[in-house]
């Protein structure tokens, strides 16, 4: 089925550890995006691709970086787990205005 | 900076009832908006979007939203709510349909549907 796929679905870190979460879309998007969701307070951004080959810092970056590795793939690494980056992180892709498409989500506990 | 508020924390409705739900931006133009939803341990939904036009908008599973300038608002309808609603409700605005166009999300409305 055509969408975005987030791999792994659950994940439990030690403080300290590293980690890369993976994102891969198969409609051909040109934009793709990682969320993470924290109760109350949304979604926020944390980084962005408008395109192959860009990345551009979002809301709250600190802690992260991403990797846009071609145009379907579009990875989030966790260099230093802290318990601050506790939190469901989504991935999306956009093409026009025809909306943005999510992932199912990554809940990724840090103990 | 755009901001997107969404009053009500928690919302409960009788199945059957009609639920609305408020959203409110912060932007010194119209912006692009976008109702999504989230059931349970799933992503989001689109469940309608407003660029331009006709300020009344039809989504889908029979919800509606209603533009309206003069209030900043982007307020989501359903005029009887089925137990499968039960899920939170996220308002979100954009500032353009440019490439890598950012959304910016309100904190969330969720909603209990009462047999």
């Not at chain 1, 300290?16 to 994102?23: P, R």
């Not at chain 1, 318990?83 to 498409?101: K, L």
């Not at chain 2, 341990?41 to 689109?46: E, F, I, K, M």
């Not at chain 2, 899920?87 to 605005?93: D, H, K, M, N």
Request: aromatic fraction near 12%; include cysteine.
């Amino acid at each position: 089925n055509a969408g975005v796929t987030q791999t792994p679905k659950f994940q439990v870190l030690k403080t300290g550890q590293s980690m890369t979460l993976q994102c891969a879309q198969d409609m051909n998007h040109n934009s793709m995006y990682w969320y993470r969701q924290d109760p109350g307070m949304g979604l926020r951004l944390i980084y962005y691709s408008a395109s192959e080959g860009t990345t551009d810092k979002g809301e709250v970056p600190n802690g992260y970086n991403v990797s846009r590795l071609n145009k379907r793939e579009f990875s989030l690494r966790l260099e230093s787990a802290a318990p601050s980056q506790t939190s469901v992180y989504f991935c999306a892709s956009r093409a026009g205005d025809y909306g943005y498409t999510f992932g199912s989500g990554t809940r990724l506990t840090v103990v | 900076a755009q901001s997107v508020t969404q009053p009500d924390i928690h919302i409960t409705v009788s199945e059957g009832a009609s639920l609305e739900l408020r959203c409110n931006y912060s932007y010194g133009a119209t912006p692009y908006l976008f109702w999504y939803v989230q059931s349970p341990g799933q992503g989001l939904q689109l469940l309608l979007k407003y660029f331009s036009g006709d300020t009344l908008v039809q989504g889908i599973k029979g919800f509606e939203a209603e533009f309206k300038r003069s209030q900043s608002s982007f307020n989501l309808r359903k005029p009887s709510v089925h137990w499968s609603d039960a899920a939170e409700y996220f308002c979100a605005v954009a500032l353009s349909k440019a490439a890598g166009n950012k959304l910016t999300f309100g904190g969330g409305t969720r909603v209990l549907v009462k047999p």
